[in-house]
């Protein structure tokens, strides 16, 4: 996992949003009953509102406890098992997991290889996070049968959606590192 989303915990949380937090915890909080029902969890808003973050958020709390979590984005598991086959190597193991969190859903293409790895995790029954900035609406609109078979997939694992919305939360970061640096460098 990158370091950037093990730094993204509960402990970290600014309260920029209390209710979607909250929400979050609760995830965890009941993380048995979502385990055994294979309940995903669907963070869809605009970028840079903290879907990512809360995700991880919950991912490093269930961590803590022994669970065995894998925090990526669907991109690099999709070139993790291009170059998989292409060195003829073993791919990423999904069901050594006990919770897999899909960052950036729907970004990029959709192919054979994203059918492949969600089916994968569909047939596995492991609970799923997933991150986008799809709507559940677009969801349920897909333009091809491929992104049909996916998303249908998605949407049965991810029963439970939180719209994560506000302030884009790396304005306000970039805003302040522009104030900082602005200090930093006035003569």
Do not use: H
């Amino acid at each position: 996992m990158d370091r950037r989303y093990l730094s993204q915990t509960f402990e970290v949380d600014r309260n920029f949003n209390p209710e979607i937090s909250n929400r979050c915890r609760k995830y965890v909080e009941n993380w048995q009953a979502v385990k055994e029902r294979n309940i995903g969890l669907l963070l869809f808003g605009n970028t840079g509102t903290g879907k990512t973050f809360f995700s991880c958020c919950i991912g490093n709390a269930l961590l803590q406890t022994g669970v065995r979590v894998l925090i990526t984005s669907l991109p690099r598991l999709v070139q993790d098992r291009i170059e998989s086959v292409r060195l003829g190597r073993q791919s990423v193991n999904l069901k050594g997991f006990e919770l897999l969190i899909l960052d950036d859903f729907g970004c990029g293409n959709i192919n054979q290889t994203v059918y492949q790895i969600i089916d994968d995790i569909y047939v596995s029954q492991i609970p799923l996070i997933v991150t986008t900035n799809l709507s559940p609406k677009q969801l349920t609109e897909p333009n091809t049968m491929e992104e049909k078979r996916i998303y249908d997939r998605v949407l049965e694992m991810c029963a439970a959606r939180i719209l994560v919305n506000g302030t884009p939360l790396r304005r306000e970061i970039a805003r302040q590192k522009a104030e900082f640096a602005e200090q930093l460098f006035k003569d």
